[in-house]
C-alpha cells in the first residue's frame, strides 16, 4: 500500500508540472516589452485588422518581400505590416533609425505618399 501511495504522489507530481504547464506559466508571469503591451491596447493595429482583399494582401506581400529581401535585421524582417484600404500601418521594434527609415521607404514605394503610418520602434 505504501509503494501505491508514492506511485501515485509521484504520477501526480509528474503529471501536474509538465513542460506545458510550465511554459504557460513562464509565458503568463513574464515581464511584456513595450510592442507586446502596444499589441494589448485595443486601438493599435494588429495583423488581424489585414483586410481579406486582393489589393491590401497584395501591397503587404510586396512590401514584406522587400524588406526581408533586405540586408537588415531580423527584427526589421519580422516586423508587422497591415493594410487596410490602401493605407499601411508598420509596427515593431527595428535595430536603428536608418532601418525603420529603409523601410518607410520601401513601404511609401508600395503604396504611394500619404499611405504609410510609421510607427516602428528603435530599440536602443
Known amino acids: 500500500m505504501r509503494n501505491f501511495a508514492f506511485i501515485l ?4 507530481a509528474f503529471c ?5 504547464t510550465q511554459s504557460r506559466y513562464d ?3 513574464e515581464t511584456t516589452s513595450l510592442s507586446d503591451e502596444s499589441d494589448r491596447i485595443q486601438s493599435v493595429k494588429t495583423p488581424f485588422d489585414q483586410n481579406e482583399n486582393k489589393a491590401d494582401i497584395d ?3 510586396e512590401i514584406r518581400r522587400q524588406v526581408v ?3 537588415m ?7 508587422k505590416i497591415i493594410t487596410q484600404k ?3 500601418t508598420l509596427l515593431g521594434p527595428v ?6 527609415q529603409q523601410i518607410e521607404v520601401i513601404a511609401l514605394a508600395v503604396a504611394g505618399k500619404g499611405n504609410v503610418d510609421n510607427q516602428l520602434e528603435v530599440q536602443l
Open 86 to 88: 490602401g493605407k499601411v
Open 69 to 71: 529581401d533586405s540586408e
Open 73 to 79: 535585421s531580423t527584427n526589421a524582417h519580422n516586423i
Open 9 to 12: 504522489l509521484v504520477a501526480v
Open 59 to 61: 501591397t503587404t506581400a
Open 27 to 29: 509565458r503568463d508571469t
Open 16 to 20: 501536474g508540472c509538465d513542460s506545458a
Open 95 to 100: 535595430q536603428s533609425i536608418a532601418e525603420k
